[in-house]
C-alpha cells in the first residue's frame, strides 16, 4: 500500500516512523509519503489560509496549494503505473486513489471502515486546519480521486494530524505481513461487535485482588462462556448503542441466558432492552 498525507505541520506525522507501522515502512509492506502543503504555495510568505467570504470568524485553507499538492501526488501515481510492473497497460485501469479528508463532518471512522481501507493500492489524507479546507478543494478532487470525509468522533481537533495518526495505525496494522501473528486480529474489541472481555497475567493474586478463579480452572467451556458474558455485560455497561445494532442470529442458549439476566430479549433477531417495571409515581 501507497500513503500519502499532505499537512502544514509535517512533523507533526514523525511517529509513523515508530513501532509497528515504522518497521512495516522498513519490511517494504507500506510506503509512507509526509508532504508539507507550504512547499505546494508560490507566495513569498507561503500562505496557506485566508478569511471566509460570508464572514465569520476563523480562517479558511485557500485552494491553490491543495490543488497543486494533490494534482503533483495523482501525477506520481500515474508515473508508477505507466512504467510497467504493476502498470494499467497489463491489469486494465488503476483504481482511483482514496482521499481521505478527516473531519469532524465525516461519516464516522469504525474498524469496518478500516478494514475497507485497507483493501486499496493507494490512499492520501488531507489534513485540514482552522475552519477547514475551501468546499470546491473536495469537489473538485473527485477527478482525481474518491473522496471520502472521515470523523474520528464527536469532538473537534485543531487538525487532522492526530486523526491521520490513528486511521494510519488502525488500517496499517490490517495490512498482510504488518502484525506478526494475524490470530491477535481475530480476538479484539469491535471484530465481533462487542467490547473485549478484560484479560489478567501472573501474579495469580495481587494487592490482595485475585485473578478469576474460572480463569485458573483449566476448563476451556467455561473460560469461553465466561469471556463471552463479560463481553455481554461490558458492552451493555458501556456501549449499550453496540448491542442494540447486534445480528442475534447467531446467539446459544447460553448467549440468551446471559443476555437475559442482563435485561435483554431476542426480538426479531436482535436485542432489546427489556422496560424495567419501576413504578414513577
Ligand atoms: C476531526 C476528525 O477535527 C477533526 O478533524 C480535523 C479538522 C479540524 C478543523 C478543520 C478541518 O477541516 C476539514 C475539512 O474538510 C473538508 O475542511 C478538519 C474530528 N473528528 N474527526
Redo the contacts with the bound molecule.
Keep these: 500500500m501507497r500513503i500519502d498525507v499532505v499537512s502544514i505541520f509535517p512533523e507533526y506525522l514523525a511517529p509513523l516512523e515508530l513501532s509497528l507501522i515504522g518497521k512495516a515502512r522498513q519490511d517494504g509492506l507500506l510506503e509512507l509519503n509526509v508532504h508539507d502543503l507550504r512547499t505546494f504555495t508560490t507566495d513569498k510568505h507561503r500562505t496557506v489560509d485566508d478569511t471566509p467570504y460570508g464572514g465569520g470568524a476563523g480562517m479558511v485553507?485557500k485552494p491553490e496549494p491543495w490543488a497543486q499538492a494533490l494534482e503533483s501526488i495523482a501525477a506520481a501515481r500515474v508515473a508508477v503505473t505507466e512504467s510497467g510492473g504493476s502498470g494499467s497497460s497489463q491489469d486494465g485501469p488503476a483504481k482511483q486513489p482514496v482521499l481521505v479528508?478527516?473531519?469532524?463532518?465525516?461519516e464516522r471512522?469504525n474498524q469496518a471502515l478500516a478494514y475497507e481501507l485497507a483493501e486499496e493500492e493507494q490512499l492520501v489524507f488531507?489534513?485540514?486546519?482552522?475552519?477547514?479546507?475551501d468546499?470546491r478543494?473536495?469537489e473538485w478532487s473527485a477527478e482525481h480521486f474518491t473522496v471520502r470525509?472521515?470523523?474520528?468522533?464527536?469532538?473537534?481537533?485543531?487538525?487532522?494530524?492526530?486523526?491521520v495518526l490513528a486511521m494510519v495505525e488502525a488500517i496499517g496494522r490490517l495490512l498482510p505481513g504488518v502484525v506478526g501473528n494475524p490470530e491477535s486480529l481475530v480476538e479484539e474489541s469491535h471484530s465481533d461487535g462487542l467490547l473485549e472481555y478484560p484479560v489478567y497475567t501472573k501474579p495469580s493474586s495481587w494487592r490482595d485482588r485475585d485473578v478469576p478463579a474460572v480463569l485458573l480452572s483449566g476448563n476451556h467451556g467455561k473460560i469461553a462462556q465466561w469471556r463471552r458474558h463479560e463481553q455481554f455485560r461490558r458492552t451493555a455497561e458501556r456501549r449499550p448503542d453496540l448491542l442494540a445494532k447486534f445480528d442475534a442470529g447467531g446467539l446459544t442458549r447460553a448467549d440468551r441466558t446471559a443476555l437475559g439476566e442482563l435485561g435483554y430479549d431476542v426480538v426479531d433477531g436482535h436485542l432489546r432492552h427489556r422496560p424495567n417495571d419501576d413504578v414513577s409515581d
Design positions: 485553507m479528508v478527516p473531519s469532524p463532518a465525516g471512522f488531507a489534513c485540514g486546519r482552522y475552519e477547514g479546507i468546499e478543494v473536495i470525509p472521515v470523523s474520528l468522533g464527536d469532538y473537534v481537533l485543531n487538525g487532522g494530524e492526530v486523526a
